[in-house]
């Protein structure tokens, strides 16, 4: 199984920044498209950014020209530096990965345990 940890949420006010952090582990799997989603109080869980393995980058409408997606292959790591937040982009940032264990060829998506991100105004 593949584990998705993240880090780096907390409390900012609005205008400021905040760098998020996934570190994915496991055994015999090789990720694809790794990404973040949030998800806000009464709202569904919507897509923030995703990265390729080959360093293609898909962002949101809402967040591009303020949040940066990037990838270490070598840590199977994704970070999201976020920049100029505002107070509706408070929620709930999950990671998430796809790909597969090549040992049995069997794909996976899987997701972090969420990271909270407030922006205080």
């Known amino acids: 199984q593949v584990q998705l940890v993240e880090s780096g949420g907390g409390l900012v006010q609005a205008g400021g920044s905040l760098r998020l952090s996934c570190a994915a582990s496991?055994?015999?799997?090789?990720?694809?498209?790794m990404g973040w989603y949030r998800q806000a109080p009464g709202k569904q869980r919507e897509l923030v950014a995703t990265?390729?393995?080959?360093?293609?980058?898909n962002y949101a409408d809402s967040v591009k020209g303020r949040f940066t997606i990037s990838r270490d292959n070598a840590k199977n790591t994704v970070y999201l530096q976020m920049n100029s937040l505002k107070p509706e982009e408070t929620a709930v940032y999950y990671c998430?990965?796809?790909?597969?264990?090549?040992?049995?060829?069997?794909?996976?998506?899987?997701w972090g345990q969420g990271t909270q991100v407030t922006v205080s105004s």
């Open positions: 496991g055994s015999a799997f090789s990720i694809n498209v």
């Open positions: 998430n990965a796809a790909g597969s264990y090549g040992y049995i060829l069997k794909s996976f998506n899987t």
């Open positions: 990265i390729s393995s080959g360093g293609s980058t």
